[in-house]
């Protein structure tokens, strides 16, 4: 049933590369690869994690687009500083729609943006007493701020200011977390150094903070979401499913997320994961250090969904397995409506994928469930334990290509004209203008939520919407057309 | 000398380099049971790791440091 035999595949690769000079095309050629999913360790077949070529048009974001953007941002109850010149923090403010509940400058501080707005003086002299200042300035305008994390950007790095001892003092001053994180966008190769970064941070200086309190109550039915940045309300639709099946959720990591929640998760009993890229290390130090297991879930389409409800209850008692049959049970009339509306206007349409984190594997069964093949799918930053999960979802001989460039992936959608590429804003109007239908897939096109069974619903309705949108017809000019 | 996360698995014991983003399963342990623990240990991929035997084997998983061998 896939779009391209294996030879062709292999052929169309072959031909993208072709223009590269040498030494380019021999380290980009370790990139691409046609999927056979009997292999059983991606990196057999595929390099990832590695550097750009110089000169390429990469999609990746820094470090500091890892930490602050994706893992710190979302808490919403500190203040996240973007420390270093005005521009990371002014263009990254807000776009990744994560949303929460509260009073924003007051409570919350989600969608503002703080800087210390670096300016010549501060290269040269050091921007230390600049910061020191500005978290007192914080205090008194936003007394409810629970704490304050300071994400440096390139030039904190290169002119060696000492933020750690300006955090150190600062946590004394104020008795709130006051959190350094060296997440300079130079660091790494990708966005996915700035996950680790951000990791080691809470790691180290936020969850240790409860350690000999023992005053939480806890359940046997507690869990921790993690790894969900509720973009688009993505939490909220997860959180309600695991509600109903009765567990209880006492941290949700990072989106709508609060310190006190990062501070409580180790006194779950459970550690459920959403996405592995971004928080896979705390995961792991939560299970070495608090003994708390840890499982991957995919909430995407209601065939994965009811797998992962499944999987999560199997860890508890009867009660819960119960619980997980009873929503199983509720939302399969309305899925079956969902899916007997969009499935006939979306069968059979091919779809390329080329996003980060968790999406281009974790989506494929909410397109399946829609009768859509998915014909390529490619990672910006994943490493190859990503890979090695998506091998065995995609089908054979389906494109995989890692930090694909504007180039190749041009290319491939040339040759292999999906239906529809998902992929994010930077690609968004070069396909809509070669007539493909595209969705923006790291904030679900300004729509969501997309996971759980609410987010379904939304989903089908959005990709029928852009794919049997009647601009697609408009694209030849009327006195073009044969009459 | 990387440091290495020792984990239990479904199929055995896995073996995790975060700094290198390998993870395999481990096929052999110099010493497994009881009294001793570590040793020589060869992964699925062939590489062979050292690590500092043990009185008693240690609650997993747990991050060692490892020499290469």
Same mark, same amino acid.
């Given at each position: 049933m896939c779009a391209m035999k294996r030879e062709e595949a292999e052929a169309l690769i072959q031909e993208v590369l072709e223009v590269y000079p040498e030494k380019a095309r021999k380290d980009r050629a370790k990139h691409l690869t046609v999927n056979d999913p009997n292999v059983e360790q991606a990196k057999k077949c595929l390099v990832s994690n590695r550097k750009s070529v110089p000169g390429v048009m990469t999609i990746r974001g820094c470090a500091y687009a890892g930490s602050k %953007?994706? $893992?710190? %941002? *979302?808490?919403?109850d500190m203040i996240h500083i973007s420390h270093g010149p005005v521009g990371c923090g002014q263009y990254s403010r807000a776009g990744r729609r994560n949303y929460y509940t509260g009073h924003t400058g007051v409570n919350t501080f989600g969608t503002m943006n703080f800087t210390s707005d670096f300016q010549e003086k501060d290269i040269v002299f050091g921007g230390d007493k600049k910061l020191e200042k500005m978290i007192d300035e914080m205090e008194t305008l936003f007394p409810l701020s629970k704490g304050v994390s300071i994400q440096s950007e390139c030039p904190v790095g290169l002119i060696g200011d000492d933020i750690e001892s300006v955090a150190k003092k600062k946590t004394k001053e104020t008795d709130k977390p006051v959190v350094a994180l060296r997440c300079e966008g130079f660091r790494g190769v990708s966005q996915s150094l700035g996950h680790h970064i951000a990791n080691d941070a809470i790691r180290d200086? $936020?969850? *240790? =903070? =409860? !350690? !000999? !309190?023992?005053s939480f109550e806890s359940t046997p039915y507690d869990v921790a979401l993690t790894g969900d940045y509720n973009i688009g309300g993505d939490a909220w639709a997860s959180r309600i499913l695991l509600e109903e099946m009765g567990l209880r959720v006492i941290a949700q990591w990072s989106g709508d997320g609060t310190l006190s929640e990062l501070e409580l998760a180790p006194k779950a009993k459970v550690n459920l994961l959403h996405c592995y890229r971004s928080m896979n290390y705390l995961a792991r130090h939560m299970e070495e250090k608090y003994g708390l297991p840890w499982m991957e879930y995919n909430f995407f389409g209601p065939t994965k969904i009811a797998e992962s409800l499944r999987k999560i209850a199997s860890l508890f008692d009867d009660k819960i397995k119960e619980g997980a049959e009873r929503v199983i049970e509720k939302y399969q009339s309305e899925m079956d409506a969902v899916i007997a509306k969009y499935r006939p206007r979306l069968e059979g349409r091919k779809v390329m994928l080329y996003v980060g984190g968790l999406r281009p594997r974790h989506v494929i069964g909410a397109y399946e469930d829609l009768g859509m093949e998915i014909v390529g799918a490619g990672y910006e930053f994943a490493h190859n334990d990503d890979y090695d999960r998506t091998i065995k979802e995609m089908g054979d001989a389906t494109l995989l290509y890692d930090d694909v460039t504007g180039y190749e992936l041009e290319e491939f959608v040339k040759r292999v004209r999906p239906d529809l590429v998902g992929s994010g804003i930077k690609e968004k109007y070069i396909f809509q203008k070669m007539g493909i239908p595209f969705r923006q897939m790291h904030s679900w096109d300004y729509s969501g939520p997309y996971h759980g069974y609410d987010g379904f619903a939304i989903f089908a309705r959005d990709m029928d919407m852009t794919l049997n949108n009647p601009c697609w017809d408009k694209l030849q000019a009327p006195w073009k057309k044969a009459a | 000398m990387p440091s290495v996360m020792i984990n239990k698995t479904e199929s055995g014991m896995s073996f995790y380099v975060p700094k290198k983003d390998l993870e395999e399963t481990i096929v052999s342990m110099e010493h497994e049971g009881p009294g001793r623990w570590g040793g020589e240990i060869t992964l699925a991929d062939g590489s062979r790791y050292f690590l500092e035997p043990m009185d008693e084997a240690p609650r997993l998983p747990i991050t060692l440091r490892a020499k290469r061998l």
């Open positions: %953007g994706v $893992v710190w %941002g *979302p808490i919403k200086s $936020v969850l *240790p =903070r =409860r !350690d !000999d !309190d023992h | -």
